[in-house]
């Protein structure tokens, strides 16, 4: 069985003061990317790369980015802590670089070592990565299948007319 995800993961808490503020509560981004709201407060997006955050979200937000690629139960994983910048930093320009690494793992256990650091208490019985139900996903396409789901629902339950 495969098992193949590259996501960013970001905090409720990281997205209250940036220029999007009006999403927290709604669960809804007013913006043209799809996101799944996980456990702890977490939002995971399946197709945002770590080029992308600050134009979506502005400086100063620390996120995650996670992957995985195994097959059969052999492969690898990695995780990134990582901080969009507000001005210059060790001469980087925002339009050559917007992010910079905080920490980094590519160990067999990277992506847990790193949702620990960013603040993911796990469950009794669960690693971090299950904890906030990634384990429940083999693919990004499984992600925003559910997105398109709770999408699909929510707008059935918003248009139909009670009796």
Known sequence: MSHCINLILIKKSELR???ISTIIG???FPL???CLPL???????PELSRNSISTFFGPDI???EVSTDYFGGCGEQSASILR???KRLDNYYLDEKSYYVVESNNSESAIDIILEKYGIVKENGKDEFDTIQLGKYRTNKDILKE???KIIIRHIIENTKSF
């Open 17 to 19: 003061n940036c220029k």
């Open 26 to 28: 709604e669960e809804k």
């Open 32 to 34: 043209d990317t799809p």
């Open 39 to 45: 456990p702890q407060d977490i939002f995971a997006f």
């Open 62 to 64: 620390t996120f995650v």
């Open 84 to 86: 969009t910048m507000t």
């Open 147 to 149: 997105i398109n789901e």
